[in-house]
């Protein structure tokens, strides 16, 4: 197994010696995934946190009429987890499922303290991970709250560009608050790049 892409990922942020990389990555299990399958499922209490080495996952939750709600898409080189849980160690309100096959390395939660004891330098780079999410987040809501669906549409493709062509466009809808009927109607109409 290559730990090269999470290894790079931490060098972004934090430099970490040979020997230091080898404690990192003593830290991680390796857990390789068909597509549909899941991480974990609602109701699960999560135990790790997943860096995803290959393929693409998303997290979402069901409504009770049934509908998906996309809350991330986690393609190689990102992490994923449901916090609430992993932090609460309560049962999860999302699912994890992978789209494509993929391979993900997983550390418990529970072993996340022993790493920055053996590391410290790794808070830097799990605050700054912790720092970027928050104002991702905080800017998705702005956008459902402000913007029209071919905003957020554009937007979506503006940020994710390698995403919007191996993901299936049902899962678009999802994320950005539409259903599928509306993003083909949307689709099929000339639209302002904005």
């Not at 994890?96 to 996340?112: C, G, M, P, T, Y």
């Amino acid at each position: 197994m290559s730990f090269e892409l999470l290894l790079k990922s931490i060098a972004t942020r934090v430099a970490l010696n040979e020997e230091e990389q080898k404690t990192f990555t003593s830290f991680f299990r390796t857990k390789k995934l068909k597509k549909k399958t899941f991480l974990y499922q609602e109701g699960d209490i999560q135990q790790h946190i997943a860096f995803i080495n290959s393929g693409c996952l998303r997290s979402y939750s069901i409504d009770k009429n049934g509908t998906e709600h996309i809350l991330q898409f986690a393609p190689a080189g990102w992490w994923i987890a449901d916090m609430q849980s992993l932090l609460n160690n309560a049962p999860s309100n999302l699912s994890i499922d992978a789209i494509e096959d993929s391979e993900v390395f997983l550390i418990k939660q529970s072993e996340i303290e022993d790493m920055y004891q053996a590391l410290p330098q790794l808070e830097r780079y799990f605050r700054i991970l912790a720092e970027r999410s928050l104002a991702t987040s905080q800017q998705r809501l702005i956008d459902a709250l402000s913007l029209t669906a071919v905003e957020r549409y554009n937007n979506f493709c503006k940020r994710y560009p390698s995403l919007i062509q191996s993901i299936p466009q049902k899962y678009v809808a999802s994320y950005i608050g539409i259903t599928p009927e509306f993003m083909s109607k949307m689709l099929s109409q000339p639209m302002k790049k904005g």
